[in-house]
């Protein structure tokens, strides 16, 4: 047991060299973001508050991808109950940011390893696209903290 604990202690929940090299990337554009933004729900790996995008680059393994998911042998029901209520706080995540009417992208880290320079293409654009349609005098507004804008328990009430 006490093997399996010394493991997971150096399992990296933020600063992935997936979110490293993404976030490299999109300041190397000229892009300013939060990184592990934690006012927000879900901590977003990459958060553009002032135009309401949050990106989050999901780990095959711990988000269950359908793809390269594959179930550990031992401690079946341990690893069984903590994707399957990964997956469940990824979905609720979604909702929240859906119904707050923010602009929500996730990424599978297959996605960011595969074809980085689509995902990056579509954070940039994305981007692009939501500052064109903000209005100047609240585009200089918006810069204010959210936090008070969000009901968390009832998110689309």
Known sequence: MVVKNKNLSKVRGKDTKMEVKVRSELWHRGLRYRKNYRKLLGTPDIAFPE?????????????????HYKQPKSNVDFWKNKIKRNRERDKEQTEHYLCENWTILRFWEHEVNNDFDRVIKEIE??????????????????????EEDFDLDNPCD
């Open 125 to 146: 654009d994305t981007y692009k696209n939501l500052t064109k349609h903000l209005p100047e005098d609240v585009a200089s507004q918006i810069h204010e903290p959210l």
């Open 51 to 67: 135009v309401r995008l949050v990106v989050f680059l999901d780990s095959c393994f711990w988000h269950g991808c359908p793809i």
